[in-house]
């Protein structure tokens, strides 16, 4: 059973760094099979997803957050971190990580997720 | 502003049936597949449908998914109060990479 579990500070002044980790259990980040990915949900909108990367594949940025964002690999530690700089609040938002299979032929497929963190960005 | 257009809510009876609709453009929905999550407050997001009408092991049949064009739907039948949930749409744009829907919340009435 694949599982995720983000972690990190629920409030973060503006013009800060926010940073975040997720760990993953029951599977390994080093495989080549799935990208890891950051999903992001503003109070009361949608998703949009921040962006992706794989062992030796990556990262993908969305391109609106693509100067701000770090996403980083831990093998080591079999976790992965999101880094978005220069933080607004219009970045609060409950922040997710999630497992993501993306194939040659066109599909797309989020298959596990964390629960969410929560960040508020606030002086 | 979301990529892909779904209505805001959507209700029916318990037992009925609900479609969600997901509509998108010839650079995502036209040329890749659709998948299908379930929103709960204060739990993991589920993949409900993938590949525009596959589910994942655990997902009941009462669950559906189908593609037209640059279009797909969300069928939800025999609704139960459990179902009351915000349902996205989600697909690959070629040139703003994964994109979701405006999300639709599903009430059973």
């Known amino acids: 059973q694949v599982q995720l579990q983000e972690s990190g500070p629920g409030l973060v002044k503006p013009s800060e760094t926010l940073s975040l980790t997720c760990s993953v259990s029951?599977?390994?980040?080093?495989?080549?099979?799935?990208?890891w990915a950051w999903v992001r949900q503003p109070p009361g909108k949608g998703l949009e997803w921040i962006g992706s990367l794989r062992y030796n594949d990556g990262p993908y940025y969305s391109p609106p957050l693509s100067s701000r964002v770090t996403i980083s690999l831990d093998t080591s530690k079999n976790h992965f971190s999101l880094k978005l700089s220069s933080v607004t609040a219009a970045d609060t938002a409950l922040y997710y990580c999630?497992?993501?299979?993306?194939?040659?032929?066109?599909?797309?497929?989020?298959?596990?997720w964390g629960q969410g963190n929560l960040v508020t960005v606030s002086s | 502003q979301s990529v892909l257009t779904q209505p805001p809510s959507v209700s029916a009876a318990p037992g009925q049936k609900v479609t969600v609709s997901c509509s998108g453009s010839s650079s995502n929905i036209g040329i890749n597949y659709v998948s299908w999550y379930q929103l709960l407050p204060g739990t993991a997001p589920k993949l409900l449908i993938y590949d525009n009408d596959k589910r994942p092991s655990g997902i009941p049949d009462r669950f559906s998914g189908s593609k037209s064009g640059t279009s797909a739907t969300l069928g939800i039948t025999g609704l139960q109060t459990g179902d009351e949930a915000d349902y996205y749409c989600g697909s690959w744009d070629r040139s703003l990479g994964e994109v979701f829907g405006s999300g639709t919340k599903v009430t059973v009435l």
């Open positions: 029951g599977d390994s980040i080093s495989s080549s099979s799935y990208f």
């Open positions: 999630a497992r993501l299979e993306r194939t040659g032929h066109g599909s797309s497929v989020f298959d596990y």
